[in-house]
């Protein structure tokens, strides 16, 4: 059985890119594949996004905010095939539901109230490739999630062919959404692909015209 991979938190800094952003004046943080990072500071969070999905998860009252990054793992092409978000002992099940408690912890921690937060949801482009399902299954788990957990989904832009960057106020809730083009896709894919790999390890320039407000 393919060993749990352990989402990162904030505190590991290869999954962590901080940086300052001179047009806008204010501090960026990017989350890569795998990566969680929540605040109550004001900054701004964002990632690339393939197939994996991105959950943008905040508490309007307590001011506090963050994202996860994260893509579900499978054995095979059969299990991958056959899986369905309502078999929970599943391996990519245990996965999603750990990245995104993990996320709602850490949220909680800061001292945010899980029947306070709201959420919005990025992310599970069909990409081309030997992944090409996985874009519909990660969507498959995060919409039977949020319904379970009965989390408050304002907003969502998932499925599709193109790839997305995602920006997230942590404070406010707002969203940027931008569609990635085409000949800048090989980036993110090459992230994505580069997460998959290690999952399957460890079982044996653009326009701010096109950005859309969500």
Known sequence: ????????????????????????????????????????????????????????????????????????PFDSKDQLRHWHPSDAVTTASRYGSHAMEMLINQLIGLG???????????????????????????IEFILNYVKQENLTVDALDLGGLEPRKVMFDPLSGKAWLKRIPF????????????????????????HDDDVELF
């Open 112 to 138: 945010a109230h899980r029947e306070c937060l709201h959420t919005k949801l990025f992310g599970g482009a069909q990409m081309l490739g030997k992944h090409s399902m996985i874009g519909e299954k990660n």
């Open 1 to 72: 059985m393919m060993a749990l991979h352990t989402p990162r938190s904030d505190s590991d800094n290869t999954h962590i890119s901080r940086f300052f952003h001179r047009k806008h004046q204010h501090h960026m943080v990017k989350v890569m594949p795998g990566g969680v990072y929540c605040t109550n500071t004001k900054e701004v969070i964002c990632t690339g996004l393939g197939s994996c999905i991105a959950a943008c998860v905040w508490d309007p009252e307590a001011h506090v905010g963050g994202m996860n990054h994260f893509l579900l």
């Open 183 to 206: 000949t800048e896709v090989h980036q993110v894919k090459h992230q994505e692909e580069q997460y998959a790999s290690q999952l399957d390890k460890e079982s044996h320039r653009s």
